[in-house]
Structure formats: C-alpha cells, structure tokens
C-alpha cells in the first residue's frame, strides 16, 4: 500500500550509501534535503524532484539547529550517516570507542531529537535507519561498531512503539557487505606490539575484501524506496537475498553456533 510523502530528511548525504539514497529518491519526484560534513551547500534538479544539499554535523547542536530552523517539512528521515572503527576490543583506545558511539548512536538522536516534533506534530512520517548485519551479530575485530548498531536497533525500536499513536513508523535498513568508501575511510587500530596483531590484520583484510566484492549502495538505496512506499513497514529489512537468508538463520541457530561460524569467518589461525 502507497503514501503520499514527498519530502525526505537524509543524513550522510555526501557519498556511499547516504548519496545513492539521495539521488535515489529525487529521481523518483521527491523533494530532498542532503545534510553531511563535506557537502556543497546547493539545490539541485533531477527530473521532477530536487535535491538540496547543506552543511550538517550530527554531532554538532549548533549545525543542527541551524539547519532545522529551515526545514519545517519532513514526511521521511532517513539516518544514513555513520563511520567506523576495526581493532580488538581489549586494546581499543576508549577515545576511539566513544567517537564510533558519538557518530553512530548518539548523532542518531541528535537528529531524532529536532526531527521527530515535526513528524509527531504532522501525526504521520517514517524513520528509517541505516543499520547492518553487524547490528544483529557482533563482528570480531568490530565490537564497538556492532555496539553502535546494536544501540541504533534497540533505540528505533522502541521509537517505533512510543510514535505509534502519532501515527510515525520506523524501520531499521540492514546492509551487509557494500561497495562504497567506508572500507578505505574505516579507522583501525591495530598496534605492531599487539598481541592481536597479526589476527586483527588478517580479519581486517577478509572484511575489506568482502565489502568490495560487495553489494551496490545503490541496491540499499533501493531497499530503502521500497520499505517507504509500504503504509505499513517492517520492524527491520535486510538487503538481499543473501541475507535476509542470513538474518533467519541467525533467529533460528543456537547463539554458541552463530558465534563459532563468526570465528571462522572472521578470526583466522595465524601460523607461527
């Protein structure tokens, strides 16, 4: 079943997944706001719909007022933005972790925070997430990055149960492995001297590779469109075939043989 929303709220707007859904949408008639650190502020045309970009820090108050004292309109957000950290969870500096949970989850109600009145006050909306799988399994050598997501879906979740009344849905978007600069931007720590080095390196390495091989932030972007079209979505959406395989599997195995596949997959035996 249909809705009639035409103005989408995207943060993370300036590359990967973020931009793919940006373009995605104002391609398809709809007025977008872009909001990301590294944009050039302008309005751009495509087809019917149109894509406004501004300068936008989901840690920032400031910028985030400033940006919300423009747009009263929202009929969607889409919370898109996100970085990451990779390293062993006993040796990641705690300054490192907290700016993965500042970016991650805490930026996420920042935002929710200025967004959420103006879809409360309308009595309908849409929040979608960009989660991953990592926010339903924790990944070795990315503990505190599946602890972002892991809070993200706890957070729309219970979003979803309290703006029921105010007629504001949630979803939760679930990514595996996707092509875009994620890979190269992700920020590792993973001292020479660490005992953990040579597995860490080697677990870090698999991942790259797998996300390069990976699939098209344009198939989340897509992913995205289509759980907006739904009156009423579900909780969360995994994309692909693959794994939403993946997501019933890991409901219906036992949690010991869930963490086992994880640490073949991802924590290799380093030969001395």
């Known amino acids: 079943m249909k809705n009639n929303y035409k103005n989408v709220f995207v943060t993370g707007a300036s590359s990967g997944i973020g931009n793919s859904i940006v373009n995605y949408f104002a391609s398809r008639g709809y007025n977008v706001i872009g909001v990301s650190r590294n944009v050039e502020e302008r309005i751009v045309s495509i087809n019917n719909g149109s894509i406004r970009y501004m300068k936008m820090d989901v840690?920032?108050?400031?910028?985030?007022?400033?940006?919300?004292?423009?747009?009263?309109?929202?009929?969607?957000?889409?919370?898109?933005?996100?970085?990451?950290?990779?390293?062993?969870?006993?040796?990641?500096?705690?300054?490192?972790?907290?700016?993965?949970?500042?970016?991650?989850?805490?930026?996420?109600?920042?935002?929710?925070?200025?967004?959420?009145p103006i879809l409360r006050e309308k009595r309908k909306g849409l929040v979608i997430a960009i989660s991953s799988v990592a926010g339903i399994v924790t990944i070795p050598m990315q503990s505190h990055y599946s602890s972002s997501k892991f809070a993200l879906e706890a957070y729309i979740e219970s979003l979803r149960i309290e703006m029921k009344e105010f007629n504001v849905k949630t979803c939760l978007v679930e990514p595996g492995d996707t092509k875009t600069g994620f890979t190269s931007a992700?920020?590792?720590?993973?001292?020479?001297?660490?005992?953990?080095?040579?597995?860490?390196?080697?677990?870090?390495?698999?991942?790259?590779?797998?996300?390069?091989?990976?699939?098209?932030?344009?198939?989340?972007?897509?992913?995205?469109?289509?759980?907006?079209?739904?009156?009423?979505?579900?909780?969360r959406v995994a994309v692909g075939f693959d794994y939403k395989l993946l997501s019933f599997l890991i409901k219906l195995l036992p949690s010991r043989l869930t963490n086992y596949i994880l640490s073949k997959l991802y924590m290799p035996k380093i030969k001395k």
Do not use: W
């Open 59 to 116: 840690t920032d108050i400031t910028s985030i007022e400033r940006v919300f004292k423009e747009i009263k309109d929202i009929d969607i957000l889409v919370l898109s933005h996100g970085m990451g950290i990779a390293g062993a969870a006993e040796t990641m500096p705690i300054e490192l972790a907290k700016k993965q949970m500042e970016v991650n989850y805490f930026g996420s109600l920042n935002v929710c925070r200025y967004a959420l």
């Open 186 to 235: 992700r920020n590792t720590y993973n001292p020479t001297d660490s005992v953990y080095h040579d597995v860490c390196d080697a677990s870090i390495n698999k991942m790259a590779r797998d996300e390069q091989n990976g699939k098209s932030p344009e198939s989340v972007a897509k992913a995205v469109y289509k759980v907006s079209k739904r009156k009423n979505p579900p909780i």
